[in-house]
């Protein structure tokens, strides 16, 4: 089993990079494969719970949310920092979320056999 790191750095409403890396990670735990998601910068926001439009059309969070939640071998890290600057602290993450740091994302890497880097 080999471990996939995937890095996001664009917000949901300005690229279809987080839509990719969800798709990315879907395709890679149904391998088997360890995956790791770190939100940097403006891709934070994706780990933001953001309602979608119903059953029919589910947000990417919400989808998000329900497969990390029925998939305990997929990971989604934030960076601290970068919520912080946004004003994410006060806001309702996807459970499972968790706050870490660049520091946390250099271990991810370097435990990674395989990193990918969404950025704008």
Known sequence: MATLTILVAAAPEHSEHGRFA????????GR???????GIADGV????????????????????????????????????HSGEERGLDGMQ??????????????SMVAEADRCVCLVP
């Open 22 to 29: 969800f798709e990315l990670a879907r395709a890679a735990r």
């Open 32 to 38: 088997g494969h360890r995956v790791r998601i770190f």
């Open 45 to 80: 926001w994706h780990a933001r719970a953001v309602p979608g439009e119903g059953p029919e059309r589910p947000s990417l969070t919400e989808e998000l949310a329900a497969w990390l939640a029925a998939d305990g071998a997929a990971e989604l890290a934030v960076c601290s």
């Open 93 to 106: 993450l996807i459970p499972g979320v968790v706050r870490s740091s660049t520091s946390q994302f250099g």
